[in-house]
């Protein structure tokens, strides 16, 4: 199996452009979540799907994210308009099972700069 | 909070030592999860053990809960160069959340 998918692996861009972020989970996965580790906060997690559905966005920092699941094989994480502050790596993982018991399965993320 | 907290920070020992890292949290718990992270890589999920287990082992990991002291432990076993890495635990209630994490710097 591939493993988890994350694109691009960098980016940097300029603050105000929009940035997104794209996931392609485990196939069979049923579980996609989106965390953001930075050296001051840590891992956080933004917003967990089961079975597509967003089930837990209370991580998402401000209005200007979003994150959608159209199909069960790709995911996406957006922030428009991006400011510096959001300058971290941006981790999306998938589990087997729906749920938290399941262990979490990690791509390599993507290293998002804002200037 | 629910976030687990790893003690310590940071620890060094010499290769063939044995490696011990420490997480405690707040809430009650369905499961904790240690993971590994090597530099610029994602976190590798090592040992899942359920809030009705007391210890689990996988290869030289050995991993313990106690659930009244909310608080578990890892320990690696005959240290290698190649566990240099950060290591998580993560506590799952309604959703999963990790701790800051330990870096550990195996010695030659």
């Known amino acids: 199996d591939a493993g988890v998918i994350q694109s691009p692996r960098h980016e940097v861009t300029e603050m105000g452009q929009e940035v997104t972020l794209r996931c392609k989970p485990i196939?069979?996965?049923?579980?996609l979540f989106w965390y953001r580790q930075t050296m001051m906060r840590g891992l956080e997690l933004l917003i967990y799907?089961?079975?597509?559905?967003?089930?837990?966005d209370s991580g998402m920092p401000e209005d200007r994210f979003s994150a959608k699941m159209p199909n069960a094989s790709f995911s996406t994480l957006k922030i428009q308009p991006s400011e510096p502050r959001d300058s971290a790596v941006y981790f999306c993982?998938?589990?087997?099972?729906?749920?938290?018991?399941?262990?979490?399965?990690f791509g390599n993320g993507t290293r998002l700069t804002v200037t | 909070s629910q976030q687990g907290e790893e003690d310590p920070q940071a620890l060094s020992i010499q290769e063939g030592e044995n490696a011990t890292m420490n997480c405690s949290y707040k809430?009650?718990?369905?499961?904790l999860q240690w993971y590994r992270q090597n530099s610029g890589r994602g976190l590798v999920h090592l040992i899942l053990?359920?809030?009705?287990?007391r210890e689990k082992h996988s290869g030289r990991l050995r991993v313990t809960l106690d659930t009244s002291k909310k608080s578990s432990s890892l320990l690696i076993t005959a240290s290698r160069a190649a566990d240099t890495a950060s290591y998580f635990c993560?506590?799952?209630?309604?959703?999963?959340?990790f701790g800051k994490g330990t870096r550990l710097h195996i010695l030659p």
């Open positions: 993982a998938s589990s087997l099972a729906a749920g938290i018991n399941s262990p979490l399965h």
């Open positions: 196939s069979g996965h049923n579980s």
């Open positions: 799907f089961n079975n597509n559905v967003p089930i837990d």
């Open positions: 809430t009650s718990i369905n499961n």
């Open positions: 053990i359920r809030s009705n287990e």
């Open positions: 993560a506590t799952a209630q309604d959703k999963i959340i």
